[in-house]
């Protein structure tokens, strides 16, 4: 089975704070993806990644930004957490080839205060 | 206006009634998924369709490429039915996501 996990399943930060956000995944999948899924807006893609050390922007990469050192790891930044950065974040995970068949993890709630 | 809309947002049914979910939108596309997410669990894939229709035991997924729009039904709709069904389109080189539907199944 594939497998994608995410490191906390909720979080709560401060207004300011650095936050960094894991996902792992066990497939040797070539892309991966960070989407933030907010009420009423669904899911929005941030960054994705096709290779280590790529990396592109989504629709909403203000305000965040990524890395990918290896191939099974990939990390979401927020720099300096805002209160509207609140939301559910979600990764996810595809082989090159088929980059729509993706794989999501469990996801964070992310609280900012 | 999003790319993909969803109706209704909101949906509750009684155990055993038939139920269905719909999913229009404005481009192009080269295939449509139905996703669910389970509460405070990840997403996972239904179906993904370019034409016609499929069905996966209670669940069946149509799609009109023509008029752009796509329906997920529910048949003897159970309670551990209730969860977010998102339809998502294959638009360029990414997926576009509707808002999703929250549907209740009460017994």
């Known amino acids: 089975d594939v497998k994608v996990t995410q490191?906390?399943?909720?979080?709560?930060?401060r207004t300011g704070e650095k936050v960094f956000l894991?996902?792992?995944?066990d497939m040797d999948h070539e892309n991966m993806f960070w989407y933030r899924q907010d009420p009423g807006l669904g899911l929005r893609l941030i960054y994705f990644s096709y290779d280590v050390k790529m990396k592109e922007k989504g629709d909403i990469p203000e305000g965040y930004s990524v890395s990918r050192e290896k191939k099974e790891r990939f990390s979401l930044i927020l720099e300096s957490?805002?209160?509207?950065?609140?939301?559910?974040y979600l990764?996810?995970?595809s082989f090159r080839d088929n980059s729509y068949e993706q794989y999501f993890g469990p996801g964070t709630r992310l609280t900012v205060t | 206006?999003?790319?993909?809309?969803?109706?209704?947002?909101?949906?509750?049914?009684?155990?055993?009634?038939?139920?269905?979910?719909?999913?229009?939108?404005?481009?192009?596309?080269s295939a449509l998924h139905w996703l669910q997410?389970?509460?405070?669990?990840?997403?996972?894939?239904?179906?993904?369709?370019?034409?016609?229709k499929k069905k996966h035991g209670r669940l069946i997924a149509t799609i009109n490429i023509q008029e752009k729009h796509s329906s997920l039904h529910?048949?003897?709709?159970?309670?551990?039915?209730?969860?977010?069904?998102?339809?998502?389109?294959e638009y360029g080189n990414?997926?576009?996501f509707g808002a999703g539907t929250i549907l209740r199944v009460k017994s």
């Open chain 2, 74 to 89: 529910i048949t003897a709709s159970h309670p551990r039915d209730s969860a977010v069904y998102i339809c998502a389109v």
């Open chain 1, 81 to 88: 957490a805002s209160t509207n950065q609140t939301s559910m």
């Open chain 1, 7 to 13: 490191s906390s399943r909720y979080l709560v930060k």
């Open chain 1, 22 to 25: 894991e996902c792992v995944q």
């Open chain 2, 94 to 96: 990414k997926l576009v």
């Open chain 2, 1 to 29: 206006k999003n790319e993909v809309e969803q109706s209704p947002q909101n949906l509750t049914a009684q155990e055993g009634e038939f139920i269905t979910i719909n999913c229009s939108y404005s481009v192009g596309i």
């Open chain 2, 37 to 52: 997410q389970h509460p405070g669990g990840g997403i996972v894939s239904l179906f993904m369709l370019s034409s016609g």
């Open chain 1, 91 to 93: 990764c996810a995970s």
